[in-house]
């Protein structure tokens, strides 16, 4: 890209890179210049829109890791990286979330392989993006949790979902939607059956689907629409369009003052709350 200065891509290296939500026009450019010159992405299955992406790397040896455990992951990365060659671990989102890079890092560590971490625009933005909502409303909610359910790998003490929802904040639940009764009874036991919810399958791919609700109808509505895979539970008040309406950000006030601007108090202002 035209005045984007490059960065000095290494070979014997294992770079970790976020490929994105799916979409490959929200690959990174870093992530795009070091597929063009990767000889070896070893690439997360069916949650990489593989297609699309093989064509950013003319000279790579692909390899699907959906079939391969953690020692064979880690196995070809170590080798390719040892022959040399530019080595790519394509995960899909943003590599540190959910993505097993802890275990492939430590790893690689203990045969003294050096490793890079390139951040990927995650499927929690892309959501977002696609329902076209903020994460946070003042006053509604300024936190935002993401967590997933209990499934093959527990959840540690304290981290179930109705401790977590407990607190109000938005929240995002990543690979559970194939259990979603159970998710959402969870979540009815801490707050009201009316709270709104979305679930997105799929967000910024071209089959990119979209189901609205509340907590009392959205395992309906998912079933019926056949989301079995690959999406986001979003949950929370900031779902709420009427509350878009109203809410006002201090930050942009005319009588907020900061390093870069000068609060002025207009006629209409009535001035700070009196005590």
């Not at 990286?81 to 203990?110: H, I, K, Y």
């Not at 946070?136 to 304290?158: D, F, N, Y």
């Not at 407990?166 to 979540?187: C, K, N, P, Q, Y």
């Not at 009316?194 to 998912?222: D, F, H, K, Q, Y």
Request: charged share 25%; glycine share 8%; net charge neutral.
């Amino acid at each position: 890209m035209t005045g984007v200065p490059d960065r000095p891509i290494r070979t014997g290296v294992v770079y970790f890179v976020g490929a994105g939500p799916g979409a490959p026009d929200l690959l990174t450019v870093r992530a795009a210049r070091l597929l063009e010159a990767a000889d070896l992405v070893v690439f997360a299955g069916s949650l990489v829109p593989e297609e699309a992406m093989r064509g950013l790397s003319p000279r790579g040896r692909w390899i699907d890791s959906a079939g391969l455990t953690r020692e064979e992951i880690v196995e070809s990365l170590a080798r390719a990286a040892e022959q040399g060659q530019v080595t790519v671990r394509l995960a899909s989102g943003d590599p540190s979330l959910f993505g097993a890079m802890a275990e492939m890092t430590t790893a690689l560590d203990a045969r003294g392989i050096p490793w890079e971490v390139v951040p990927g625009v995650s499927s929690v933005f892309a959501a977002a993006a696609a329902l076209g909502m903020e994460l946070t409303l003042p006053e509604v909610s300024q936190t935002v949790i993401l967590t997933r359910t209990a499934g093959r790998t527990p959840m540690p003490p304290g981290e179930d979902l109705p401790s977590l929802a407990a607190h109000g904040s938005t929240l995002v639940v990543f690979l559970s939607i194939d259990r979603i009764g159970e998710l959402v009874s969870e979540l009815k036991r801490v707050r009201p059956a009316s709270t709104p919810v979305a679930v997105v399958a799929r967000a910024s791919w071209e089959n990119e689907r979209i189901c609205r609700g509340t907590l009392e109808t959205i395992e309906e509505t998912v079933r019926k629409a056949r989301i079995m895979r690959q999406a986001l539970f979003v949950v929370g008040q900031v779902l709420d369009p009427e509350l878009r309406k109203t809410v006002r950000s201090r930050l942009y006030a005319a009588d907020f003052t900061h390093g870069f601007r000068e609060g002025t108090i207009s006629s209409a202002d009535p001035g700070p709350p009196t005590k």
